[in-house]
């Protein structure tokens, strides 16, 4: 089992940056690989990116490439997401997941993923 806590949202200008952090407990986080979703009000959770167990391959939605890096740290039990050149259209709730099977680092889908944080919140303003 892994225990996920998401950090480091908040409210920044269009144009501006934020990192997002997710803190994993326990010594099973190497073991799994790593993704961020986000969720707007009223619409479905939607991929944002993903990461190898071992961070050497990643990968993006296309509405966030060139803007938002993918890291983890697997020393510290930790995942990151650099977000910069934030849009308005970027606002909603951001998850870190894990996932134990590592076949496949290109599933978008929800139901890839087998332990979910709580969310945090990122608002950018026009």
């Known amino acids: 089992q892994v225990h996920l806590v998401e950090s480091g949202g908040g409210l920044v200008q269009a144009g501006g940056s934020l990192k997002l952090s997710c803190a994993a407990s326990?010594?099973?986080?190497?073991?799994?690989?790593m993704g961020w979703f986000r969720q707007a009000p009223g619409k479905e959770r939607e991929f944002v990116a993903a990461i190898s167990r071992t961070g050497g391959n990643t990968y993006y939605a296309d509405s966030v490439k060139g803007r938002f890096t993918i890291s983890r740290d697997n020393a510290k039990n930790t995942g990151n997401l650099q977000m910069n050149s934030l849009k308005p259209e970027d606002t909603a709730v951001y998850y870190c997941?894990?996932?134990?099977?590592?076949?496949?680092?290109?599933?978008?889908?929800?139901?890839?993923?087998?332990?979910w944080g709580q969310g945090t919140q990122v608002t950018v303003s026009s």
């Open positions: 326990g010594r099973t986080f190497n073991n799994y690989k």
């Open positions: 997941a894990a996932a134990a099977d590592l076949r496949v680092l290109t599933s978008r889908r929800v139901g890839e993923y087998d332990y």
